[in-house]
Protein backbone atom coordinates (compact mmCIF):
# COMPACT_ATOMS: atom_id res chain seq x y z
CA UNK A 1 0.00 0.00 0.00
CA UNK A 2 1.39 3.04 -1.02
CA UNK A 3 0.81 5.95 1.53
CA UNK A 4 -0.52 9.41 0.56
CA UNK A 5 1.55 12.59 0.20
CA UNK A 6 -0.09 15.78 0.48
CA UNK A 7 1.95 18.44 -0.19
CA UNK A 8 1.81 22.38 0.67
CA UNK A 9 3.08 24.09 -2.37
CA UNK A 10 3.30 27.82 -0.74
CA UNK A 11 4.80 29.25 -4.00
CA UNK A 12 6.38 32.88 -3.52
CA UNK A 13 3.99 34.16 -0.03
CA UNK A 14 4.55 34.08 3.66
CA UNK A 15 6.96 35.86 5.43
CA UNK A 16 8.59 33.85 8.57
CA UNK A 17 6.06 34.91 10.59
CA UNK A 18 2.91 34.10 8.86
CA UNK A 19 5.00 30.60 8.50
CA UNK A 20 5.17 30.54 12.06
CA UNK A 21 1.78 31.19 13.13
CA UNK A 22 0.22 28.95 9.84
CA UNK A 23 2.39 26.14 11.58
CA UNK A 24 0.84 26.57 15.00
CA UNK A 25 -2.88 26.64 13.34
CA UNK A 26 -2.25 23.85 11.52
CA UNK A 27 -0.44 21.53 13.83
CA UNK A 28 -3.85 20.58 15.90
CA UNK A 29 -5.74 20.29 12.85
CA UNK A 30 -3.31 17.31 10.65
CA UNK A 31 -2.04 15.93 13.96
CA UNK A 32 -3.93 12.19 13.34
CA UNK A 33 -3.91 12.67 9.94
CA UNK A 34 -2.69 9.13 8.48
CA UNK A 35 -1.15 10.76 5.19
CA UNK A 36 2.13 12.47 4.92
CA UNK A 37 1.36 15.99 5.42
CA UNK A 38 5.07 18.34 3.69
CA UNK A 39 5.09 22.49 3.62
CA UNK A 40 6.68 23.24 0.72
CA UNK A 41 7.39 26.52 1.67
CA UNK A 42 9.89 30.47 0.37
CA UNK A 43 14.04 29.51 1.33
CA UNK A 44 13.25 32.35 4.03
CA UNK A 45 10.81 30.43 5.96
CA UNK A 46 12.84 27.51 5.86
CA UNK A 47 14.72 27.37 9.14
CA UNK A 48 11.57 29.14 11.00
CA UNK A 49 9.09 26.37 9.95
CA UNK A 50 11.53 23.28 11.02
CA UNK A 51 11.63 24.64 14.33
CA UNK A 52 8.37 24.95 14.59
CA UNK A 53 7.77 21.85 13.07
CA UNK A 54 9.37 19.91 15.03
CA UNK A 55 7.90 17.11 17.39
CA UNK A 56 4.58 17.62 14.81
CA UNK A 57 3.83 15.29 12.01
CA UNK A 58 4.33 17.93 9.65
CA UNK A 59 7.36 17.78 7.39
CA UNK A 60 9.22 20.70 5.78
CA UNK A 61 10.22 20.91 2.45
CA UNK A 62 11.76 23.87 -0.29
CA UNK A 63 10.52 24.55 -3.74
CA UNK A 64 13.88 24.48 -5.69
CA UNK A 65 17.58 23.53 -5.22
CA UNK A 66 20.80 23.52 -6.99
CA UNK A 67 22.81 20.11 -8.39
CA UNK A 68 25.94 21.40 -7.54
CA UNK A 69 27.23 20.96 -3.90
CA UNK A 70 28.98 24.94 -3.19
CA UNK A 71 30.70 27.36 -5.77
CA UNK A 72 29.96 30.35 -7.79
CA UNK A 73 26.22 30.20 -8.08
CA UNK A 74 25.04 33.65 -6.94
CA UNK A 75 21.45 33.19 -5.68
CA UNK A 76 21.33 29.31 -5.29
CA UNK A 77 21.08 27.22 -2.65
CA UNK A 78 22.59 23.32 -2.72
CA UNK A 79 20.76 20.21 -1.50
CA UNK A 80 23.43 19.86 1.10
CA UNK A 81 22.42 23.38 2.50
CA UNK A 82 18.61 21.93 2.80
CA UNK A 83 19.78 18.89 4.24
CA UNK A 84 22.40 20.47 6.62
CA UNK A 85 18.91 22.41 7.96
CA UNK A 86 16.81 19.51 8.57
CA UNK A 87 14.74 19.61 5.52
CA UNK A 88 13.11 16.52 4.25
CA UNK A 89 11.51 17.08 0.59
CA UNK A 90 12.22 19.29 -2.00
CA UNK A 91 9.79 19.97 -5.16
CA UNK A 92 12.02 19.86 -8.37
CA UNK A 93 11.06 20.63 -12.07
CA UNK A 94 7.51 22.74 -11.18
CA UNK A 95 5.95 23.97 -13.98
CA UNK A 96 6.42 27.69 -13.00
CA UNK A 97 10.44 26.80 -13.27
CA UNK A 98 10.61 25.16 -16.29
CA UNK A 99 8.78 28.32 -17.68
CA UNK A 100 10.15 31.43 -16.03
CA UNK A 101 13.22 29.96 -15.07
CA UNK A 102 14.44 28.03 -17.94
CA UNK A 103 14.02 25.15 -15.95
CA UNK A 104 14.71 21.70 -18.60
CA UNK A 105 14.43 18.00 -18.58
CA UNK A 106 18.24 17.76 -18.03
CA UNK A 107 18.55 20.02 -15.09
CA UNK A 108 15.55 18.42 -13.62
CA UNK A 109 17.30 15.12 -13.78
CA UNK A 110 20.44 16.30 -12.41
CA UNK A 111 18.91 18.01 -9.51
CA UNK A 112 16.89 14.70 -8.95
CA UNK A 113 19.73 12.90 -8.92
CA UNK A 114 21.34 15.18 -6.53
CA UNK A 115 18.33 14.91 -4.07
CA UNK A 116 18.52 11.30 -3.50
CA UNK A 117 22.19 11.60 -3.31
CA UNK A 118 22.10 13.55 -0.29
CA UNK A 119 18.82 12.29 1.33
CA UNK A 120 16.48 14.61 0.17
CA UNK A 121 13.29 13.24 -0.78
CA UNK A 122 12.32 14.70 -3.90
CA UNK A 123 8.51 15.35 -5.52
CA UNK A 124 9.25 16.11 -9.48
CA UNK A 125 6.48 17.76 -11.39
CA UNK A 126 5.39 16.86 -15.29
CA UNK A 127 2.31 18.37 -16.48
CA UNK A 128 1.40 19.25 -20.12
CA UNK A 129 0.00 23.11 -20.97
CA UNK A 130 -3.31 23.45 -22.59
CA UNK A 131 -2.36 23.60 -26.01
CA UNK A 132 -0.31 20.35 -26.01
CA UNK A 133 -3.74 18.72 -24.37
CA UNK A 134 -5.55 19.38 -27.04
CA UNK A 135 -3.20 18.59 -29.53
CA UNK A 136 -3.51 15.00 -27.54
CA UNK A 137 -0.08 15.24 -26.85
CA UNK A 138 -0.79 14.69 -22.85
CA UNK A 139 0.37 11.30 -22.29
CA UNK A 140 3.57 11.62 -24.41
CA UNK A 141 4.54 14.38 -22.70
CA UNK A 142 4.23 13.79 -19.23
CA UNK A 143 5.32 10.03 -20.08
CA UNK A 144 8.50 11.54 -21.50
CA UNK A 145 9.38 14.09 -18.63
CA UNK A 146 8.76 11.51 -16.68
CA UNK A 147 11.46 8.69 -18.15
CA UNK A 148 14.51 11.68 -18.64
CA UNK A 149 13.37 13.18 -15.04
CA UNK A 150 14.39 9.43 -14.02
CA UNK A 151 17.28 8.91 -16.23
CA UNK A 152 20.50 7.19 -14.39
CA UNK A 153 18.89 6.31 -11.14
CA UNK A 154 18.98 3.17 -9.64
CA UNK A 155 15.96 1.09 -8.98
CA UNK A 156 15.27 2.42 -5.06
CA UNK A 157 16.02 5.93 -5.63
CA UNK A 158 13.36 5.53 -8.48
CA UNK A 159 11.05 3.94 -6.24
CA UNK A 160 11.67 6.78 -4.05
CA UNK A 161 10.94 9.57 -6.07
CA UNK A 162 7.47 11.27 -5.71
CA UNK A 163 5.94 12.31 -9.20
CA UNK A 164 3.51 15.37 -9.09
CA UNK A 165 1.38 15.26 -12.15
CA UNK A 166 0.23 18.80 -12.72
CA UNK A 167 -1.77 19.94 -15.56
CA UNK A 168 -0.19 23.38 -16.69
CA UNK A 169 -3.86 24.42 -17.17
CA UNK A 170 -5.22 23.60 -14.48
CA UNK A 171 -2.51 25.28 -12.15
CA UNK A 172 -4.26 28.26 -10.63
CA UNK A 173 -6.73 28.76 -12.50
CA UNK A 174 -9.68 26.95 -10.80
CA UNK A 175 -9.94 24.44 -13.08
CA UNK A 176 -9.49 20.78 -12.38
CA UNK A 177 -8.81 17.33 -14.23
CA UNK A 178 -11.73 15.42 -13.88
CA UNK A 179 -10.68 12.45 -11.04
CA UNK A 180 -10.87 10.27 -13.82
CA UNK A 181 -8.56 12.06 -16.44
CA UNK A 182 -6.33 12.64 -13.50
CA UNK A 183 -5.98 8.90 -12.35
CA UNK A 184 -5.56 7.85 -16.18
CA UNK A 185 -3.11 10.10 -16.79
CA UNK A 186 -1.02 9.20 -13.37
CA UNK A 187 -1.64 5.42 -14.92
CA UNK A 188 -0.24 5.99 -17.79
CA UNK A 189 3.15 7.93 -15.20
CA UNK A 190 2.78 4.34 -13.33
CA UNK A 191 2.82 2.33 -16.46
CA UNK A 192 5.96 4.07 -18.11
CA UNK A 193 7.87 3.20 -14.84
CA UNK A 194 6.56 0.09 -15.07
CA UNK A 195 7.63 -0.55 -18.77
CA UNK A 196 11.62 0.79 -17.75
CA UNK A 197 11.67 -0.57 -14.08
CA UNK A 198 9.46 -3.42 -13.60
CA UNK A 199 5.95 -3.14 -12.25
CA UNK A 200 7.26 -3.71 -8.94
CA UNK A 201 9.24 -0.61 -8.77
CA UNK A 202 6.55 1.26 -10.37
CA UNK A 203 3.82 0.14 -7.92
CA UNK A 204 5.96 1.87 -5.00
CA UNK A 205 6.36 5.09 -6.75
CA UNK A 206 4.10 8.12 -4.95
CA UNK A 207 2.21 10.08 -8.07
CA UNK A 208 0.55 12.96 -6.87
CA UNK A 209 -1.79 15.32 -8.86
CA UNK A 210 -1.63 18.98 -8.72
CA UNK A 211 -3.95 21.69 -10.52
CA UNK A 212 -6.54 23.68 -8.27
CA UNK A 213 -7.08 21.13 -5.62
CA UNK A 214 -9.35 22.29 -3.42
CA UNK A 215 -11.31 20.83 0.17
CA UNK A 216 -14.54 20.38 -2.19
CA UNK A 217 -12.83 18.23 -4.64
CA UNK A 218 -9.81 16.62 -2.82
CA UNK A 219 -11.83 13.91 -1.46
CA UNK A 220 -12.82 12.90 -4.94
CA UNK A 221 -9.48 12.93 -6.35
CA UNK A 222 -7.47 11.36 -3.35
CA UNK A 223 -9.79 8.44 -3.46
CA UNK A 224 -9.05 7.26 -7.28
CA UNK A 225 -6.36 4.35 -7.59
CA UNK A 226 -3.55 5.55 -9.04
CA UNK A 227 -3.76 9.09 -7.16
CA UNK A 228 -1.56 8.99 -3.84
CA UNK A 229 -2.49 12.43 -3.06
CA UNK A 230 -1.83 16.09 -4.12
CA UNK A 231 0.18 19.06 -4.65
CA UNK A 232 -1.70 22.17 -2.86
CA UNK A 233 -0.81 25.59 -4.28
CA UNK A 234 -3.28 28.60 -3.29
CA UNK A 235 -5.49 26.30 -1.24
CA UNK A 236 -2.45 25.73 0.87
CA UNK A 237 -1.91 29.27 1.89
CA UNK A 238 -5.23 28.19 4.67
CA UNK A 239 -4.35 26.55 7.15
CA UNK A 240 -7.99 25.19 8.08
CA UNK A 241 -8.59 24.62 3.77
CA UNK A 242 -5.31 22.45 3.78
CA UNK A 243 -5.92 20.48 6.97
CA UNK A 244 -9.11 19.59 5.23
CA UNK A 245 -7.36 18.77 2.21
CA UNK A 246 -4.82 16.97 4.24
CA UNK A 247 -7.37 14.34 5.91
CA UNK A 248 -9.08 13.70 2.76
P1 LIG B 1 -2.75 25.40 -7.44
O1 LIG B 1 -1.17 25.17 -7.67
O2 LIG B 1 -3.20 24.41 -6.41
O3 LIG B 1 -2.84 26.83 -6.96
O4 LIG B 1 -3.41 25.20 -8.75
C1 LIG B 1 -0.65 23.88 -7.69
C2 LIG B 1 0.84 23.93 -7.93
O5 LIG B 1 1.29 24.80 -8.69
O6 LIG B 1 1.60 23.11 -7.38
Given at each position: ????????????????????????????????????????????????????????????????????????????????????????????????????????????????????????????????????????????????????ALEGLTEEQVASTIIAYEPIWAIGTGKTAT??????????????????????????????????????????????????????????????????????
Amino acid sequence: MRKKVIAGNWKMNKLPNEAISFIEQLEPLVKDCENEVVLCVPYIDLFYSLLYAQKTNIKIGAQNMHWEENGAYTGEVSAEMLKAIGVEYVIIGHSERRAYFAETDETVNKKVKKAHLVGLNPIVCVGETLEQREQGKTIEIITNQTSKALEGLTEEQVASTIIAYEPIWAIGTGKTATAEDANSAIHEIRNEISKKYGQNIAERVIIQYGGSVKSTNSQELFSMPDIDGGLVGGASLNAEEFSKIANS
